[in-house]
């Protein structure tokens, strides 16, 4: 009798409940403290690179692509997308590790189409935040008032003006969760 060995298989389907576990922890901690934490990130990167490596040596299709560097040109791509917005202060350096910890999970093209969403999901998430905190109506109200002032100043009154930023930061991981799953769901093509 002749046994056969199955060797334990790894599948996408594992891949992308990784990823989905980890975004979810990302998005409650961002709801909680405005904060992703590093072991949070640092421990999703390692996982998206043991479960691409497992899958290659299994002779299966990794989510991320065919190839063993294709994890990491993935984060460097979903990283580097986010770096921009880091940079001009408008998402933290969480967001930018997170996103390029999805880049590990998924590979470089789907990183950059999911940046896309991401985007697009940020702005939305933005919209909302304003209207439900009241920050639009601050918003407009510091703008009436500043424009007011440079008018002023222009007829040479001198008018100190001091405006305050009350807005409170966006849990930007929610828009990158969301942007994940609608480039899973809808990938770009060319």
């Not at 199955?6 to 990302?26: D, E, H, Q, R, Y």
């Not at 940020?122 to 500043?146: E, F, I, S």
């Amino acid at each position: 009798m002749k046994h056969e060995c199955k060797s334990m298989t790894m599948s996408p389907a594992l891949s992308l409940a990784g990823l989905a576990t980890l975004l979810a922890l990302a998005v409650v901690s961002d709801l909680r403290s405005r904060r992703i934490p590093n072991e949070l990130v640092l421990t999703g990167l390692l996982l998206a690179l043991g479960q691409h490596a497992a899958m290659l040596l299994a002779g299966q299709a990794p989510l991320a692509g065919a190839h063993a560097w294709s994890p990491l040109a993935g984060a460097l791509a979903g990283g580097a997308a986010l770096l921009p917005l880091y940079l001009l202060r408008a998402s933290g350096a969480g967001d930018v590790k997170l996103m390029a910890t999805v880049g590990a999970f998924v590979g470089a093209a789907a990183a950059l189409t999911a940046a896309l969403y991401t985007l697009l999901a940020g702005g939305v998430l933005a919209l909302l935040w304003m209207v439900g905190h009241a920050v639009a109506t601050r918003t407009l109200d510091k703008l009436r008032w500043r424009v007011t002032g440079w008018l002023l100043r222009l007829q040479g009154v001198p008018v100190p003006l001091a405006l305050h930023d009350g807005a409170r930061g966006l849990p930007y991981a929610v828009a990158i969760a969301a942007g994940t799953v609608a480039a899973l769901l809808w990938p770009l093509r060319p």
